[in-house]
């Protein structure tokens, strides 16, 4: 379920998916005084009965990356890597990443900075 600012996701286990899985999302634009602009993101939940909760920020540029930051934590904490989670109800995180994106004033050819890259 997406309200602005928050994603609820919650699977249990079917013949396409073997774990219980709950989740929310809350996510804001913070200022940061040295980095500017950035997605601010809280994922807590659980995960086949074991709780799970942290915090990540993106850069603005970086923010149309959020799911694999949010699968990232998902794996961390359990999930199977093709659990899929975030990606089943696209609907609800295309609304997340619309919203993201109108938080964030994102237009299509914005630049990155790859500096922001993870690894780099």
């Given at each position: 379920m997406f309200t602005p600012g928050h994603v609820h996701r919650e699977l249990l286990p079917d013949e396409f998916n073997q774990q219980k899985f709950?989740?929310?999302v809350y996510y804001d634009v913070r200022?940061?005084?040295?980095e500017g602009q950035m997605l601010h993101m809280r994922m807590e939940g659980e995960i086949d009965g074991k709780s799970f909760a942290e915090e990540c920020e993106l850069h603005r540029d970086m923010?149309?990356?959020f799911m694999n930051t949010l699968t990232q934590v998902v794996v961390r904490n359990g999930g199977y890597p093709r659990l899929g989670p975030v990606l089943r109800a696209h609907d609800e995180f295309d609304a997340m990443f619309k919203d993201i994106r109108d938080k964030l004033g994102l237009k299509p050819g914005d630049p990155i900075d790859?500096?922001?890259?993870?690894?780099?």
């Open positions: 709950i989740c929310d200022e940061d005084p040295k923010a149309f990356d790859l500096s922001h890259l993870p690894g780099l």
